[in-house]
């Protein structure tokens, strides 16, 4: 074979395979978005998995941060297997867990807002539990996405003086970080261990949602949101049988009953 020819051919054997590398890295870009949202699990400082969204992300129309407690026939959804099957075709969850503590007929006990109709008012009550376990604050965020944790008593002031119209909201208690501190009444000591979930405002522009795979302190939750996760504020959402997680994208799924939930969705439309 002329060398002319024998050179023209490995030229295009080389180009063949330039073409089909270029259109397999595009594809995976296109099927990886890591940019708004993730979920990851952890082996240190104990085993967790966690979920991030940009906060960013939340400002356009793609992504929200959704609460949802009862389907059309105004029963408990109860379980992620449920709420799969009422989000419209256009629709995907990417990741949700438990949003907070519920009473027996599965209703929240704190204070609740779904698409701006208030479910539960707030609950500024003293008592016993780990709801009472004051200070105690909510997850909050209005209709352009702006997600905030605020203690439960600073939100009361700022819904009736105005300056808060929250479109969502959970409460529920212990706070685990207020502003970079973490909750006075916990004791590093402690030898209260539980699974735990909770949620964290992070100074790196991400909201945290943290599920544990193995029982832990407050103490050690919390310093994990404040140390590690890096935010001023998280609020415990509840622990033991009630804790649970679905993100599929890690091969999570908690088949357990709970009351409101708290997901990401995407809009594919």
Request: a negative charge; glycine letters at 8%; charged letters at 15%.
């Amino acid at each position: 074979m002329p060398t002319s020819i024998l050179t023209l051919l490995l030229s295009l054997i080389v180009l063949a395979l330039g073409l089909s590398a270029c259109q397999q890295t595009d594809t995976d870009t296109t099927n990886l978005d890591t940019d708004s949202w993730s979920c990851q699990t952890k082996d240190s400082p104990f085993t967790y998995s966690v979920c991030r969204v940009d906060a960013s992300g939340l400002t356009s129309d793609r992504y929200s941060l959704q609460l949802f407690w009862q389907a059309s026939n105004d029963q408990p959804l109860l379980t992620f297997d449920t709420l799969l099957s009422t989000l419209p075709k256009t629709e995907t969850l990417n990741f949700a867990m438990n949003a907070g503590m519920y009473n027996e007929n599965y209703a929240p006990i704190g204070y609740t807002v779904i698409k701006g109709e208030e479910v539960k008012s707030l609950n500024l009550k003293e008592g016993g539990g780990n709801f009472h376990l004051l200070p105690n604050g909510v997850m909050w965020w209005d209709k352009t996405g702006h997600v905030q944790i605020t203690e439960s008593h600073a939100l009361d002031e700022q819904i009736n003086n105005g300056n808060a119209q929250p479109w969502y909201a959970t409460q529920s208690g212990p706070m685990l970080v207020i502003n970079d501190e973490i909750h006075p009444q916990f004791n590093p000591d402690s030898t209260s261990i539980k699974l735990r979930n909770g949620a964290g405002i992070c100074r790196d522009g991400s909201i945290q949602f943290v599920n544990t795979d193995e029982p832990v302190t407050f103490y050690q939750f919390a310093t994990l949101f404040k140390d590690e996760l890096g935010c001023p504020n998280a609020l415990f959402l509840d622990g033991g049988i009630a804790s649970a997680l679905y993100a599929p994208s890690i091969d999570k799924q908690d088949k357990k009953e709970m009351g409101v939930m708290i997901g990401l969705v995407e809009n594919k439309s």
